[in-house]
């Protein structure tokens, strides 16, 4: 195309892409903290691709680095195979022939270029595949003053494709220098890096519970664990879709912890997309709006999970940038709607247990809030309730017979106000201490001799 | 607070009471679909039961359930439960509802609130109809009567009657769900009646659209009734059958069209029942059914043309005459 072409055809428009511009929009769609999450979902993946569907993934391994002069990431997932460097996963934007590792999480298309291009402008890969192994670098600077190239080579004398490579040799590592100028501050500033450890846990809890070691700096991930109560008094509500290829399954119900932990929980192929979530994007509108009322205290106990899964990840109805759900999709309208049922299902026990503890009510009187506490001490993971979901139905089940408000008093309330000088005359008069004393003397003498 | 059911004598209602009758009538057909002793009726019993006991009577439902907010009367519901497969639910119908395992049986729901439409009401539209069996019928009552604005002296509260009115219609429902070309309009009893049924059929829509995903199988709503009526309040009742594509033909045959009060539009049936003796009831009831031709200030049919009434109260009459309720007093 350029000026050859335009000369060749008058009708022709230039409509080439300017490489340091498409680079710029690249990176401010994404911030420093998804590009590092990116990076370590195509870990994930490679790692998932390894090990095959099992669910124990106690051997695998993700580890990073922040130096105040590199990042790195290094997996011991299944690697990159030479052919699917050279014709896809270099590519901007998913080809027509490129294809997805199943229940991926990380979508090539994008993600890992636009990573390398936020974190700094010296890249460096190596992978270690079964049958090949390669490494590649990145001079970001000099590839941009090459304005009509559009690839890039693989480090002399590294690319070798006859080889065989056990399992427990394969890998991937990302490493990268020259560090942009954001990269260089946040990973220097202790903040960042404790709020990326906090969020990774948060987002790969599923994947660490299942053995994944993820390390960030010297810290090493913890499983998170989510629970709801699950016992013969309250049996958390479930609904499922499962079609050819892909599946829904939504949880609800109590759970202890802090309040801060309360809400809905999304899982798209095992990543959390929303965590603890108290607004709009989930259920709670507030009562005049789709959903249910706003978030309010009384529902601190409230958990609802959402899990997922698609072989094909395009059919997950997340963001392109995995912070969201994707609200105009007809799936996820169903299961949200879904979602709202399901939140006023487990309200109706929470909105019993307020009542029960108003006006008042002694106590002891307080029998159902009483049961709760008591199943509240013992509750279990939602991974062992999801192994077994047979007893549980669409219907959130609690001991209703137990529930014991206040009755209503057949009594009225009496307010006034009266002047100090007179009300003290009164009390004195009465030889009574009190405003209530006064109140109750000049009303019963009144009752007594009119009434 | 107290009660509508302890200001109003439920028996001392002649519209609804003919309302509840057509009900009936209608709901009949839905043996189309399955045996009425399948069925599962849904509604708010007060402690009158009305409802209950004609569905129960006239269809032979035996699965009843009867929503009740004031758990605080809960001896008085207990007291007048009417027949044993009665079963009372103590709550709010917006918590209540999705616990019921609406997707399990096909049931019959009369959401026959006191209120003046409120955000709750849309809660319970959605619960229903995102969860419950094809071949189920809803129907939904509303007060649609219009705020009467009290004088005031004070200058800086006077407030024109359709900012008033405006204003309590959003605090109950929010700005959100009433529809702009609505907004400017002085909500009388016959607008707010409009907006309502107007939002009562958008939240139909929405919900099925939710329920129906991308799935081929979508589950259809038919509008059947639209009453209005007024015994004190003006009321609005909305109702309809809710069916997938295998049921389309059993929909069909249930001819709901023929129906005399059918009302598929926005278009309501008025009910107006007029105040008449028991003898001139006898002496419309011989001319009917029957020709109600009107020319040259007379009716056509000669055995109406002797009854001392006016016309609108004949034809009023005449709308009803099968489902007229015969009130008296009687030592029970």
Redesign the interface.
């Known amino acids: 195309m350029g000026t050859q072409a335009k000369n060749q055809n008058p009708n022709r428009v230039a409509a080439d892409p300017a490489k340091s511009f498409f680079v710029s929009m690249l990176v401010k769609d994404i911030t420093l903290r998804d590009a590092i999450g990116d990076l370590v979902d195509n870990a994930v993946d490679a790692i998932k691709a390894r090990a095959n569907g099992t669910a124990d993934l106690k051997e695998y391994e993700i580890e990073i680095k922040l130096g105040k002069s590199y990042f790195s990431i290094t997996d011991n997932g299944f690697g990159m195979e030479a052919e699917v460097a050279r014709n896809t996963a270099f590519n901007f934007g998913k080809s027509d022939k490129h294809e997805l590792i199943d229940n991926s999480i990380g979508q090539f298309g994008i993600g890992m270029k636009r990573a390398f291009f936020k974190l700094g402008s010296q890249i460096k890969v190596k992978s270690i595949a079964a049958n090949s192994q390669f490494e590649l670098t990145i001079d970001v600077p000099k590839w941009l003053k090459e304005p009509k190239r559009w690839e890039f080579e693989f480090d002399e004398n590294t690319l070798d494709e006859k080889t065989k490579n056990s399992p427990s040799k394969t890998g991937f590592t990302v490493h990268i220098t020259n560090l942009s100028f954001d990269s260089k501050i946040s990973f220097d500033n202790d903040t960042f890096v404790t709020t990326l450890q906090k969020e990774i846990e948060l987002e790969h809890m599923l994947n660490i519970s299942k053995g994944l070691k993820i390390k960030i700096g010297e810290y090493t991930l913890k499983p998170n664990q989510i629970t709801l109560v699950n016992d013969d008094n309250i049996r958390p509500t479930y609904w499922e879709k499962i079609e050819n290829g892909q599946s829904v399954k939504v949880l609800a119900g109590i759970s202890t912890k802090d309040s801060e932990d309360g809400g809905w929980y999304i899982f798209c192929n095992d990543r959390l997309i929303l965590a603890k979530n108290k607004n709009e994007e989930t259920v709670w509108t507030g009562s005049k709006g789709d959903g249910v009322p706003f978030w309010h205290a009384q529902y601190f106990r409230f958990r609802g999970y959402v899990f997922f899964e698609a072989v094909d990840s395009a059919k997950l109805p997340w963001n392109t940038t995995k912070t969201g759900m994707d609200m105009d999709s007809p799936y996820y309208k169903e299961v949200r709607s879904k979602m709202i049922i399901m939140t006023r299902q487990v309200m109706d026990l929470l909105e019993k247990l307020k009542e029960e503890r108003e006006r008042d009510n002694p106590e002891e009187n307080q029998t159902l809030n009483k049961a709760v506490e008591k199943s509240l001490k013992a509750t279990v993971s939602v991974t062992k309730i999801l192994a077994n979901v047979k007893p549980l139905n669409n219907k959130f089940h609690y001991p209703v017979v137990l529930f014991n408000p206040q009755k209503k008093t057949n009594s009225v309330k009496i307010a006034y106000q009266v002047s100090n000088e007179k009300y003290e005359a009164v009390k004195q008069n009465l030889g009574v201490d009190t405003p209530k004393e006064v109140g109750m003397e000049t009303f019963n003498y009144y009752y007594d001799n009119e009434i | 607070m107290s009660s509508s059911f302890e200001k109003i004598n439920y028996n001392l209602r002649p519209n609804k009471c003919i309302e509840r009758k057509m009900m009936s009538e209608a709901l009949g057909r839905l043996s189309f679909i399955d045996h009425l002793d399948n069925y599962r009726y849904i509604g708010f019993g007060s402690p009158y039961f009305a409802d209950f006991i004609l569905f129960h009577k006239n269809l032979g439902i035996t699965d009843l359930i009867s929503v009740e907010k004031e758990?605080?009367k809960k001896n008085r519901f207990e007291f007048n439960i009417p027949y044993s497969g009665i079963t009372m639910k103590?709550?709010?119908s917006?918590?209540?509802?999705?616990?019921?395992?609406l997707?399990l049986k096909r049931n019959i729901i009369w959401l026959d609130y006191d209120d003046k439409v409120s955000?709750?009401m849309?809660?319970d539209i959605?619960?229903f109809f995102?969860?419950t069996m094809a071949g189920s019928f809803f129907i939904i009552s509303v007060n649609v009567e219009e705020e009467f604005m009290q004088p005031t002296e004070i200058e800086e509260d006077k407030i024109s009657l359709r900012v008033f009115r405006l204003n309590k219609l959003i605090d109950r429902?929010?700005?959100?769900?009433l529809p702009n070309e609505l907004m400017t309009l002085n909500m009388n009893t016959r607008n707010i009646s409009n907006a309502t049924y107007e939002m009562i059929k958008r939240q139909i829509a929405?919900?099925l659209?939710?329920?129906?995903?991308?799935s081929k199988d979508a589950i259809e709503f038919k509008q059947i009734f639209n009453f209005t009526y007024k015994d004190n309040a003006t009321i609005l009742t909305v109702g309809g059958i809710i069916f997938d594509k295998s049921q389309r033909a059993a929909v069909k045959k249930m001819a709901f069209s023929k129906l005399s009060f059918y009302a598929d539009t926005s278009e309501s049936c008025k009910i107006q029942s007029p105040n008449l003796t028991f003898r001139e009831i006898k002496a419309l009831d011989k001319a009917l059914p029957g020709s109600l031709e009107f020319t040259s200030g007379k009716f056509q049919n000669k055995k109406l043309q002797d009854i001392p009434l006016i016309p609108t109260d004949i034809k009023n009459y005449a709308k009803v005459y099968r489902y007229y309720p015969n009130f008296t007093e009687a030592n029970l």
């Open positions: 758990e605080a103590y709550g709010h917006k918590t209540i509802l999705p616990n019921l395992e997707g955000d709750f849309f809660s959605h619960s995102s969860e429902i929010g700005k959100e769900r929405t919900s659209l939710s329920r129906n995903g991308k």
